[in-house]
Structures are given as structure tokens and as C-alpha cells.
């Protein structure tokens, strides 16, 4: 990535958040606005949640922008990562923080299920890279930063499309780290562990049950946040997978 002062008003550093309405999404949008970014804060469904991250911001016509896309639909996918460098201009780092999950049994679990989310979770991952790719190659430079799970390696009950999809991820991008290394592009994923959200619903782990813990305890969202930027923003580290939490894998 090029060396650019993330304070600087000539320049300044751009990320468009792929996921930015969520719980994860919407921290890692804050800590790159507390750094002078410029942020892009995509949504699909979630837009009460995309326009509350969205209002905690100050001067928001001048520093920050929504985004509405389907990840499903390249079109979409296009159109507002197209729409991010017609106001911006470029982009220094993509972060992607999308994600769906059904909690079923393998036998139990329909082809639509399935390709639902197949779709999102690792063929929006594509698209989103596909366009993004040629961007960073014309720039020079860039970063790509991925949400992913730590089952992706692990699996779980009732977890086999969501574990497959995570698992597809881990291929995906460090794939692309191979292609993108020589044009300066960096491609990582986190496991971010758990946190209370829609996505992890009711399958949020109690206390008791946080045995595979180390700390005996789940990481803090701000903490979680601060290894976002630093992994993104690093210029020296590309094809890796962080664990966040403190479980062994």
C-alpha cells in the first residue's frame, strides 16, 4: 500500500466496508472514521442499522457515503463499488464483513438453503474481489481484509453450508494473495470470534459452554476492531488467517 498520512486532507485514506450495517461491520466503520478515513458503509437489508452507523459520524456529506448492493448480483456489486471511486477516486482498503448463517443439520439442509448461502458468503466475496481486483492493480496498491470463521477449519453441528462457505473463503482469498502479491495488493482474513448479534443469534455461546476458551471468555468488539484496521492497513503482510479470540486451531 502506498505510505499515505491518515490524517491528510490532500489525500486521504478511503475503505469501503462490504457488511458495514452489521455488529462487526458497523465497529470496524467506526475505527477507520476515528482514523480520518474516508468510509464507505455498504448495506443490503439492514439500512436502519447502515444510516444509525451512518449518523454517528460528523460532516457525513463530506467524509462518508452509503451503499445498497445485493452481493448476489454482480450488477450491484459493480454499480456501488463504481459509485465509491466516482466520489472518492480510489480505494485503499476493502474490508468484508458479510455474512449469513442457517443453523441445520446436513440431511435437513435444501438445495435453495444451501445455494442461498453459497451465494452470498463466498460468490459475493468473488465479485466483490473480481471488481475490486483491477482497481488495485491500476492503483499499485491496496488491501483486502475478510470476516471470516474459525469454521471454516473446525466445522460444526448444524454449521455444514456455513462451514463449507467459510472453508471456500480461506482457498479464495489466499489464492488471490498469490496472484496480487507482485502488484502490492495484501489479502488477509480474521476469525473474529463470537459476538451478540443477528447473525449469531441464539447460538451465542453462555458463559458455561466457553470451555474451548482459553480466557474463558468471548473478545471484546472494541479489541476486535483495533486487529481489523491494523491487519488492513499493515503493508508487509498478505495470504494469512488471524485467529481473534483465544481458542487453539
Known sequence: MNAHNSNSTID??????MGGSGVIGGAICMRFAEMNWKVGIHYHQHDDSAKKIYAHFYDQEETHSLYHADVQDPQQVANAINRFMEHWGKIDVLIW???????????RTSPEQWNTLIQINLTGLFFCLRQVGSIFHNQ???SVLVVSSLASTQGDIGQTA???????????IRSAAHEWGKSNICVNAVFPGWHPSILSGDAFPSPETLNDH??????????????IFHLATSKDISGQCFNLDSRIW
Open 12 to 17: 486521504p485514506k478511503t475503505v469501503l466496508v
Open 97 to 107: 464483513s458479510v455474512g449469513e448463517t442457517k443453523n441445520l443439520a446436513t440431511i
Open 140 to 142: 499499485g496498491y491496496g
Open 162 to 172: 456455513y462451514a463449507a462457505t467459510k472453508a471456500g473463503i480461506l482457498g479464495l
Open 214 to 227: 482459553l480466557l474463558g471468555r468471548t473478545p471484546n468488539l472494541r479489541e476486535t476492531a483495533d486487529h
